[in-house]
C-alpha cells in the first residue's frame, strides 16, 4: 500500500484547507485511517482517525469542532477537512493505515504511512 496525502498550502489564520489521502497498489478501504503531523521541532503527533467502514471517528482535543476526518471507500479517499486554521496548526500533515479496521489514536498502530503535505498557517 502507498499513500500519498496533499492538499496543504499557505493560508491565513481563520481560513480553510481539506487534505487528500490517496492509497495505491492496495485498497485501505477496510481499514482504520488516521492523520498526524509533525511541526518544527515536535514530535509527530494524531491529529484525526477513522474506522474503516466511515462509522467511527476520533480527533485530537485542539481540532475538535474544527476538523472534520471522512472517507470515499469507493474512491479509496480519506480526506481531513480543517476549518478556523490556526498558526499552531502549521505542520507537515501524514496519511496512514491503521493495522485494524478501528480509528486508531496511537502512530504503533499503523502499519503504512504516505509523505505528507505541508500545511501553513500565517497570523
Known amino acids: 500500500v502507498q499513500l500519498q496525502a496533499s492538499g496543504g498550502g499557505l493560508v491565513q489564520a481563520g481560513g480553510s484547507l481539506r487534505l487528500s489521502c490517496a492509497s495505491s497498489?492496495?485498497?485501505?478501504?477496510?481499514?482504520?485511517v488516521g492523520w498526524f503531523r509533525q511541526a518544527p521541532g515536535k514530535e509527530r503527533e494524531f491529529v484525526s482517525s477513522?474506522?474503516?467502514?466511515?462509522?467511527?471517528?476520533s480527533y485530537t482535543d485542539s481540532v475538535k469542532g474544527r476538523f472534520t476526518i471522512s472517507r470515499d471507500r469507493i474512491k479509496n479517499m480519506v480526506y481531513l477537512q480543517m476549518n478556523s486554521l490556526k498558526p499552531e496548526d502549521t505542520a507537515v500533515y501524514y496519511c496512514?493505515?491503521?493495522?485494524?479496521?478501528?480509528?486508531?489514536?496511537?502512530?504503533?498502530?499503523?502499519?503504512?504511512w504516505g509523505k505528507g503535505t505541508l500545511v501553513t498557517v500565517s497570523s
Open positions: 477513522i474506522s474503516g467502514n466511515g462509522g467511527s471517528t
Open positions: 497498489g492496495r485498497t485501505f478501504s477496510n481499514n482504520g
Open positions: 496512514a493505515s491503521a493495522r485494524s479496521s478501528s480509528a486508531q489514536v496511537m502512530p504503533s498502530s499503523y502499519s503504512y
